[in-house]
Protein backbone atom coordinates (compact mmCIF):
# COMPACT_ATOMS: atom_id res chain seq x y z
CA UNK A 1 0.00 0.00 0.00
CA UNK A 2 1.37 3.76 -0.89
CA UNK A 3 2.28 5.73 1.82
CA UNK A 4 0.83 9.36 2.74
CA UNK A 5 1.77 11.71 1.03
CA UNK A 6 4.65 14.24 2.60
CA UNK A 7 2.17 16.51 1.69
CA UNK A 8 -0.93 15.49 3.24
CA UNK A 9 -2.59 16.59 0.62
CA UNK A 10 -5.66 14.33 0.41
CA UNK A 11 -7.70 17.38 -0.90
CA UNK A 12 -7.55 19.51 -3.69
CA UNK A 13 -7.34 22.42 -1.48
CA UNK A 14 -4.79 20.91 1.10
CA UNK A 15 -1.82 22.22 -0.90
CA UNK A 16 -0.97 25.55 -0.39
CA UNK A 17 -0.92 27.08 -3.68
CA UNK A 18 -4.64 26.24 -4.58
CA UNK A 19 -6.00 27.85 -0.84
CA UNK A 20 -3.38 30.68 -2.02
CA UNK A 21 -4.77 31.23 -5.62
CA UNK A 22 -8.87 30.85 -5.09
CA UNK A 23 -7.92 33.43 -2.17
CA UNK A 24 -6.77 36.06 -4.85
CA UNK A 25 -9.11 34.67 -7.39
CA UNK A 26 -11.67 34.97 -4.93
CA UNK A 27 -10.59 38.31 -3.79
CA UNK A 28 -11.26 40.02 -7.45
CA UNK A 29 -14.15 38.09 -7.51
CA UNK A 30 -13.12 35.50 -10.46
CA UNK A 31 -12.96 31.93 -8.68
CA UNK A 32 -15.83 30.12 -10.58
CA UNK A 33 -17.57 29.48 -7.03
CA UNK A 34 -21.20 28.90 -8.50
CA UNK A 35 -19.58 25.17 -10.43
CA UNK A 36 -18.88 23.80 -6.82
CA UNK A 37 -22.09 23.68 -5.08
CA UNK A 38 -25.31 25.18 -4.77
CA UNK A 39 -25.53 29.22 -5.00
CA UNK A 40 -24.95 30.54 -1.32
CA UNK A 41 -25.47 34.56 -0.09
CA UNK A 42 -21.49 34.43 -0.86
CA UNK A 43 -21.91 33.50 -4.18
CA UNK A 44 -24.54 35.77 -4.82
CA UNK A 45 -22.67 38.50 -3.09
CA UNK A 46 -19.54 37.83 -5.62
CA UNK A 47 -21.58 37.71 -8.24
CA UNK A 48 -22.66 41.09 -7.61
CA UNK A 49 -18.87 42.35 -6.85
CA UNK A 50 -18.17 41.23 -9.65
CA UNK A 51 -20.73 43.48 -11.99
CA UNK A 52 -19.23 45.98 -9.50
CA UNK A 53 -15.25 45.66 -10.66
CA UNK A 54 -16.14 45.18 -14.20
CA UNK A 55 -18.05 48.28 -14.17
CA UNK A 56 -15.27 50.45 -12.28
CA UNK A 57 -12.51 48.96 -14.61
CA UNK A 58 -14.83 49.66 -17.71
CA UNK A 59 -15.27 53.21 -16.27
CA UNK A 60 -11.89 54.22 -15.89
CA UNK A 61 -11.01 52.93 -19.65
CA UNK A 62 -13.23 55.25 -20.55
CA UNK A 63 -12.00 57.92 -18.92
CA UNK A 64 -8.43 57.21 -19.58
CA UNK A 65 -9.53 57.34 -23.38
CA UNK A 66 -11.26 60.77 -22.96
CA UNK A 67 -8.07 61.85 -21.04
CA UNK A 68 -5.60 60.89 -23.99
CA UNK A 69 -8.44 62.72 -26.13
CA UNK A 70 -7.89 65.44 -24.43
CA UNK A 71 -4.18 65.72 -24.54
CA UNK A 72 -3.93 64.85 -28.33
CA UNK A 73 -1.08 68.04 -28.19
CA UNK A 74 1.29 66.05 -25.93
CA UNK A 75 3.70 64.46 -27.21
CA UNK A 76 3.51 60.59 -27.79
CA UNK A 77 6.30 59.99 -25.41
CA UNK A 78 4.86 62.42 -22.97
CA UNK A 79 1.35 60.19 -23.11
CA UNK A 80 3.11 56.79 -22.98
CA UNK A 81 2.13 55.72 -19.63
CA UNK A 82 -1.12 56.37 -20.56
CA UNK A 83 -1.30 54.61 -23.50
CA UNK A 84 0.51 51.80 -21.31
CA UNK A 85 -2.70 52.02 -19.40
CA UNK A 86 -4.96 51.38 -21.69
CA UNK A 87 -3.41 48.32 -23.41
CA UNK A 88 -3.29 46.88 -20.45
CA UNK A 89 -6.95 48.30 -19.42
CA UNK A 90 -7.65 45.83 -22.23
CA UNK A 91 -6.60 42.59 -21.38
CA UNK A 92 -7.69 43.31 -17.92
CA UNK A 93 -11.28 43.60 -18.90
CA UNK A 94 -11.29 41.10 -21.16
CA UNK A 95 -9.90 38.32 -18.26
CA UNK A 96 -12.60 39.83 -16.28
CA UNK A 97 -15.32 38.31 -18.51
CA UNK A 98 -13.80 34.81 -17.93
CA UNK A 99 -15.90 34.11 -15.42
CA UNK A 100 -19.22 34.95 -17.27
CA UNK A 101 -18.31 32.02 -20.01
CA UNK A 102 -19.38 28.82 -19.05
CA UNK A 103 -16.47 27.06 -20.35
CA UNK A 104 -14.08 28.66 -18.18
CA UNK A 105 -16.13 27.48 -15.12
CA UNK A 106 -16.39 23.99 -15.91
CA UNK A 107 -12.57 24.14 -17.27
CA UNK A 108 -11.77 25.30 -13.63
CA UNK A 109 -13.95 22.67 -11.99
CA UNK A 110 -12.84 19.81 -14.30
CA UNK A 111 -8.99 20.67 -13.18
CA UNK A 112 -9.90 20.44 -9.69
CA UNK A 113 -12.21 17.46 -9.01
CA UNK A 114 -10.61 15.07 -11.81
CA UNK A 115 -7.16 16.62 -13.84
CA UNK A 116 -5.41 17.78 -10.23
CA UNK A 117 -3.28 14.70 -9.95
CA UNK A 118 -4.35 14.97 -6.14
CA UNK A 119 -6.76 12.69 -7.69
CA UNK A 120 -4.41 10.47 -9.09
CA UNK A 121 -1.63 10.15 -6.49
CA UNK A 122 -2.68 6.56 -4.95
CA UNK A 123 -2.23 4.91 -8.64
CA UNK A 124 0.87 4.52 -8.55
CA UNK A 125 4.15 4.86 -6.15
CA UNK A 126 5.62 7.60 -9.42
CA UNK A 127 2.46 9.23 -9.22
CA UNK A 128 2.61 10.27 -5.67
CA UNK A 129 6.46 11.05 -6.01
CA UNK A 130 5.67 13.04 -9.08
CA UNK A 131 2.93 15.20 -6.90
CA UNK A 132 5.35 15.69 -4.78
CA UNK A 133 7.85 17.21 -7.16
CA UNK A 134 4.85 19.60 -9.07
CA UNK A 135 3.47 20.50 -5.66
CA UNK A 136 7.14 21.72 -4.75
CA UNK A 137 7.23 23.55 -8.21
CA UNK A 138 3.53 24.99 -7.89
CA UNK A 139 4.19 26.21 -4.39
CA UNK A 140 7.64 28.33 -5.76
CA UNK A 141 5.64 29.48 -8.54
CA UNK A 142 2.15 31.06 -6.53
CA UNK A 143 4.84 32.62 -3.78
CA UNK A 144 6.65 34.49 -7.06
CA UNK A 145 3.72 35.59 -8.69
CA UNK A 146 2.38 36.79 -5.21
CA UNK A 147 5.67 38.49 -4.49
CA UNK A 148 5.46 40.00 -8.54
CA UNK A 149 1.89 41.28 -7.44
CA UNK A 150 2.75 43.13 -4.25
CA UNK A 151 5.88 44.74 -5.93
CA UNK A 152 4.46 45.66 -9.04
CA UNK A 153 1.47 47.37 -7.57
CA UNK A 154 4.12 49.37 -5.04
CA UNK A 155 6.29 50.04 -7.82
CA UNK A 156 3.15 51.67 -10.05
CA UNK A 157 1.82 53.62 -7.34
CA UNK A 158 5.08 54.82 -5.01
CA UNK A 159 7.41 55.61 -8.56
CA UNK A 160 5.16 58.72 -9.45
CA UNK A 161 4.57 59.39 -5.07
CA UNK A 162 8.65 59.60 -5.24
CA UNK A 163 8.47 61.82 -8.30
CA UNK A 164 6.18 64.52 -6.93
CA UNK A 165 8.60 64.45 -3.90
CA UNK A 166 11.68 64.78 -5.70
CA UNK A 167 10.40 67.91 -7.60
CA UNK A 168 9.21 69.42 -4.57
CA UNK A 169 5.19 69.21 -4.89
CA UNK A 170 4.99 68.95 -1.13
CA UNK A 171 6.96 71.76 -0.09
CA UNK A 172 6.48 75.12 0.46
CA UNK A 173 7.74 76.27 -2.29
CA UNK A 174 6.45 73.81 -5.11
CA UNK A 175 7.37 74.79 -8.58
CA UNK A 176 5.80 77.61 -10.70
CA UNK A 177 3.13 75.65 -12.74
CA UNK A 178 3.89 72.53 -10.91
CA UNK A 179 1.50 69.40 -11.35
CA UNK A 180 1.24 66.27 -9.14
CA UNK A 181 1.76 63.07 -11.07
CA UNK A 182 -0.33 59.86 -10.67
CA UNK A 183 0.24 56.14 -11.54
CA UNK A 184 -3.21 56.81 -13.42
CA UNK A 185 -4.55 59.57 -15.42
CA UNK A 186 -8.43 59.90 -15.23
CA UNK A 187 -11.19 62.31 -15.92
CA UNK A 188 -11.37 63.12 -12.26
CA UNK A 189 -13.99 64.71 -10.19
CA UNK A 190 -11.55 66.43 -8.19
CA UNK A 191 -8.53 68.40 -8.87
CA UNK A 192 -5.85 66.07 -8.73
CA UNK A 193 -3.05 67.89 -10.32
CA UNK A 194 -3.06 70.90 -8.41
CA UNK A 195 -4.86 70.83 -5.21
CA UNK A 196 -2.62 68.34 -2.53
CA UNK A 197 -6.59 67.12 -1.27
CA UNK A 198 -7.48 66.15 -4.38
CA UNK A 199 -4.12 64.64 -5.10
CA UNK A 200 -4.38 62.06 -2.22
CA UNK A 201 -7.93 60.95 -2.61
CA UNK A 202 -6.71 60.25 -6.23
CA UNK A 203 -3.79 58.70 -4.94
CA UNK A 204 -5.33 56.24 -2.49
CA UNK A 205 -8.00 55.12 -4.89
CA UNK A 206 -5.40 54.03 -7.22
CA UNK A 207 -4.77 51.76 -4.97
CA UNK A 208 -8.11 49.84 -5.81
CA UNK A 209 -7.56 49.25 -9.71
CA UNK A 210 -3.80 48.41 -9.36
CA UNK A 211 -4.79 45.70 -6.91
CA UNK A 212 -7.37 44.41 -9.46
CA UNK A 213 -5.17 45.03 -12.70
CA UNK A 214 -1.91 43.14 -10.80
CA UNK A 215 -4.67 39.83 -9.36
CA UNK A 216 -6.26 40.00 -12.47
CA UNK A 217 -3.24 40.08 -15.10
CA UNK A 218 -1.26 37.53 -12.70
CA UNK A 219 -3.09 35.43 -11.04
CA UNK A 220 -4.84 33.98 -14.34
CA UNK A 221 -1.14 33.49 -15.55
CA UNK A 222 -0.57 31.27 -12.34
CA UNK A 223 -3.79 29.78 -12.89
CA UNK A 224 -2.21 28.35 -16.13
CA UNK A 225 0.64 28.10 -14.95
CA UNK A 226 -0.32 25.36 -12.52
CA UNK A 227 -2.39 23.74 -15.56
CA UNK A 228 0.73 23.46 -17.60
CA UNK A 229 2.60 21.95 -14.48
CA UNK A 230 -0.09 19.18 -14.03
CA UNK A 231 -0.22 18.86 -18.04
CA UNK A 232 3.40 18.21 -17.65
CA UNK A 233 3.23 15.59 -14.60
CA UNK A 234 0.63 13.52 -16.30
CA UNK A 235 3.00 13.38 -19.35
CA UNK A 236 5.55 12.26 -16.52
CA UNK A 237 3.51 9.73 -15.37
CA UNK A 238 2.35 8.25 -18.86
CA UNK A 239 6.42 8.27 -19.71
CA UNK A 240 7.33 6.23 -17.00
CA UNK A 241 4.48 4.21 -17.41
CA UNK A 242 5.91 3.43 -21.02
CA UNK A 243 9.15 3.47 -20.35
CA UNK A 244 8.16 0.70 -17.72
CA UNK A 245 5.64 -1.62 -19.87
CA UNK A 246 4.96 -4.61 -18.94
CA UNK A 247 7.18 -7.34 -21.04
CA UNK A 248 6.78 -11.04 -20.87
CA UNK A 249 9.56 -13.32 -19.15
CA UNK A 250 11.56 -16.15 -21.35
CA UNK A 251 8.66 -19.23 -20.20
CA UNK A 252 5.51 -16.62 -21.17
CA UNK A 253 7.06 -16.44 -24.68
CA UNK A 254 7.41 -19.73 -25.72
CA UNK A 255 3.99 -21.25 -24.07
CA UNK A 256 0.86 -20.80 -25.53
CA UNK A 257 -1.03 -19.99 -22.73
CA UNK A 258 1.32 -17.59 -21.07
CA UNK A 259 1.37 -15.70 -24.36
CA UNK A 260 -2.31 -15.49 -24.38
CA UNK A 261 -2.20 -14.35 -20.86
CA UNK A 262 0.52 -11.56 -21.54
CA UNK A 263 -1.57 -9.93 -24.90
CA UNK A 264 -4.64 -9.85 -22.94
CA UNK A 265 -2.98 -7.87 -19.84
CA UNK A 266 -0.96 -5.45 -22.48
CA UNK A 267 -4.52 -5.15 -24.23
CA UNK A 268 -5.51 -3.82 -20.68
CA UNK A 269 -2.47 -1.72 -19.93
CA UNK A 270 -2.54 -0.21 -23.56
CA UNK A 271 -6.22 0.69 -23.59
CA UNK A 272 -5.85 2.92 -19.90
CA UNK A 273 -2.24 4.70 -21.29
CA UNK A 274 -4.63 5.73 -24.64
CA UNK A 275 -7.52 6.87 -22.66
CA UNK A 276 -4.88 8.47 -20.14
CA UNK A 277 -3.60 10.44 -23.14
CA UNK A 278 -6.91 11.14 -24.60
CA UNK A 279 -7.62 13.24 -21.51
CA UNK A 280 -4.62 14.98 -21.40
CA UNK A 281 -5.31 15.88 -25.12
CA UNK A 282 -8.83 16.66 -24.46
CA UNK A 283 -8.09 19.06 -21.42
CA UNK A 284 -5.02 20.69 -23.48
CA UNK A 285 -7.82 21.67 -26.01
CA UNK A 286 -10.37 22.80 -23.44
CA UNK A 287 -7.20 24.88 -22.02
CA UNK A 288 -7.00 26.45 -25.83
CA UNK A 289 -10.45 26.94 -26.24
CA UNK A 290 -10.95 28.89 -23.07
CA UNK A 291 -7.55 30.76 -23.00
CA UNK A 292 -7.41 31.23 -26.50
CA UNK A 293 -8.73 34.95 -27.02
CA UNK A 294 -7.21 35.87 -23.59
CA UNK A 295 -3.29 34.70 -24.85
CA UNK A 296 -4.29 36.31 -28.20
CA UNK A 297 -4.76 39.60 -26.72
CA UNK A 298 -1.49 38.61 -24.02
CA UNK A 299 0.41 38.03 -27.41
CA UNK A 300 -0.47 41.28 -28.74
CA UNK A 301 -0.52 43.34 -25.55
CA UNK A 302 3.44 42.47 -25.52
CA UNK A 303 4.30 42.95 -28.68
CA UNK A 304 2.50 46.59 -28.67
CA UNK A 305 3.52 47.83 -25.14
CA UNK A 306 7.47 46.26 -25.65
CA UNK A 307 7.89 48.71 -28.58
CA UNK A 308 6.02 51.78 -26.55
CA UNK A 309 8.38 50.84 -22.84
CA UNK A 310 11.44 50.74 -25.62
CA UNK A 311 10.56 53.51 -26.76
CA UNK A 312 10.10 55.68 -23.52
CA UNK A 313 13.38 54.07 -22.35
CA UNK A 314 14.89 55.80 -25.39
CA UNK A 315 16.52 58.75 -24.26
CA UNK A 316 18.64 57.17 -21.64
CA UNK A 317 18.19 59.81 -19.22
CA UNK A 318 17.72 59.28 -15.17
CA UNK A 319 14.07 60.05 -15.53
CA UNK A 320 13.44 57.65 -18.23
CA UNK A 321 15.12 54.73 -17.17
CA UNK A 322 13.84 55.59 -13.48
CA UNK A 323 10.49 55.64 -14.52
CA UNK A 324 10.36 53.00 -17.49
CA UNK A 325 13.41 50.66 -16.97
CA UNK A 326 11.94 48.44 -14.17
CA UNK A 327 8.23 48.16 -15.71
CA UNK A 328 10.30 47.32 -19.39
CA UNK A 329 12.47 44.38 -17.60
CA UNK A 330 9.18 42.95 -15.85
CA UNK A 331 7.13 43.06 -18.65
CA UNK A 332 9.75 41.26 -20.82
CA UNK A 333 10.32 38.75 -18.05
CA UNK A 334 6.61 38.20 -17.88
CA UNK A 335 6.41 37.36 -21.84
CA UNK A 336 9.79 35.06 -21.58
CA UNK A 337 8.55 33.14 -18.38
CA UNK A 338 5.03 32.54 -19.86
CA UNK A 339 7.10 31.21 -22.88
CA UNK A 340 9.61 28.96 -21.09
CA UNK A 341 6.69 27.43 -19.21
CA UNK A 342 4.34 26.97 -21.82
CA UNK A 343 7.62 25.26 -24.02
CA UNK A 344 7.55 22.28 -21.12
CA UNK A 345 4.09 21.01 -22.51
CA UNK A 346 5.93 20.71 -26.41
CA UNK A 347 9.29 19.49 -24.89
CA UNK A 348 7.18 16.44 -22.84
CA UNK A 349 5.09 15.92 -25.79
CA UNK A 350 8.11 15.04 -27.95
CA UNK A 351 9.01 11.98 -25.54
CA UNK A 352 5.99 9.97 -25.72
CA UNK A 353 6.37 9.15 -29.88
CA UNK A 354 9.76 7.74 -28.84
CA UNK A 355 8.39 6.06 -25.83
CA UNK A 356 5.25 4.62 -27.60
CA UNK A 357 7.94 3.32 -30.39
CA UNK A 358 9.56 1.44 -28.10
CA UNK A 359 7.22 -0.50 -26.77
CA UNK A 360 7.49 -4.38 -27.64
CA UNK A 361 5.25 -4.74 -30.59
CA UNK A 362 6.93 -7.33 -31.97
CA UNK A 363 6.39 -9.55 -29.08
CA UNK A 364 2.19 -8.82 -29.24
CA UNK A 365 -0.42 -9.90 -31.12
CA UNK A 366 -2.25 -8.47 -34.33
CA UNK A 367 -5.12 -6.55 -32.28
CA UNK A 368 -2.35 -5.25 -29.58
CA UNK A 369 -0.26 -4.12 -32.28
CA UNK A 370 -2.84 -2.38 -33.87
CA UNK A 371 -3.27 -0.60 -30.52
CA UNK A 372 0.04 0.29 -30.65
CA UNK A 373 -0.10 1.77 -33.81
CA UNK A 374 -3.15 3.98 -33.30
CA UNK A 375 -1.40 5.14 -30.00
CA UNK A 376 1.92 5.78 -32.35
CA UNK A 377 -0.47 7.71 -34.66
CA UNK A 378 -2.19 9.97 -31.75
CA UNK A 379 0.77 10.86 -29.88
CA UNK A 380 3.24 12.13 -33.17
CA UNK A 381 1.36 15.37 -33.88
CA UNK A 382 3.36 18.30 -32.28
CA UNK A 383 1.36 19.19 -29.40
CA UNK A 384 0.96 23.10 -27.81
CA UNK A 385 -1.56 25.17 -26.16
CA UNK A 386 -2.19 27.77 -29.12
CA UNK A 387 -3.39 31.32 -28.73
CA UNK A 388 -6.87 31.58 -31.07
CA UNK A 389 -6.17 28.13 -32.00
CA UNK A 390 -4.08 29.10 -34.43
CA UNK A 391 -0.77 30.56 -32.56
CA UNK A 392 1.23 27.89 -30.58
CA UNK A 393 2.69 29.63 -27.22
CA UNK A 394 6.37 29.23 -26.47
CA UNK A 395 10.07 30.12 -27.02
CA UNK A 396 9.62 30.81 -30.87
CA UNK A 397 6.62 32.72 -30.56
CA UNK A 398 8.22 34.79 -27.72
CA UNK A 399 11.60 35.96 -29.65
CA UNK A 400 9.37 36.68 -32.45
CA UNK A 401 7.86 39.12 -30.62
CA UNK A 402 10.65 40.28 -28.91
CA UNK A 403 12.56 40.48 -32.51
CA UNK A 404 9.30 42.51 -33.59
CA UNK A 405 8.64 45.02 -30.53
CA UNK A 406 12.79 46.00 -31.12
CA UNK A 407 12.34 46.26 -34.75
CA UNK A 408 9.37 48.40 -34.40
CA UNK A 409 11.08 50.64 -32.14
CA UNK A 410 14.13 50.99 -34.35
CA UNK A 411 12.04 52.24 -37.33
CA UNK A 412 9.84 54.61 -35.14
CA UNK A 413 12.77 56.04 -33.07
CA UNK A 414 14.55 56.69 -36.33
CA UNK A 415 11.34 58.76 -37.46
CA UNK A 416 11.62 60.74 -34.47
CA UNK A 417 14.59 61.54 -34.77
CA UNK A 418 14.23 62.50 -38.35
CA UNK A 419 11.46 64.72 -37.61
Known amino acids: MLQKMDTGATDVFDVAY ?32 HYIMISVSTFLEISCVFYVRNNQDKE ?18 QRMTLSFQKRYCLLVKNFV ?14 AAMELRRITRICNIAAVIIHIQIFFSMMFFNMVPLWKNIHAGMFSDHRPE ?60 ILVHDLRYFLRPNEIEQCLE ?14 KDLIDRDQTIKEFMINISETFGISLC ?76 LLFLKNVQPPRALKAGGVVSVGVLTMSTIIKTSCSYF ?10
Request: charge should be neutral.
Open 18 to 49: MRMIRFSLSSIAQWPYNSFGRKSIRTRIMSVY
Open 76 to 93: FIVLGHDYFTLLMGVVII
Open 113 to 126: SKFHLVNHQYKCEF
Open 177 to 236: NGTFVHSGNYLSFVNQYTDIKGYFIVFFLNFYPSYNAAVTFLCMDLLIFIMVFHIAGHLN
Open 257 to 270: TGSKKYNEEVFVRL
Open 297 to 372: IYLAFHQVTGCVLLLECSPMTPEALGNYGFLTLMMFQQLIQTSIIFEFISTKSDMLADEVYSLPWELMDVRNRKAV
Open 410 to 419: LMLKTLTVEE
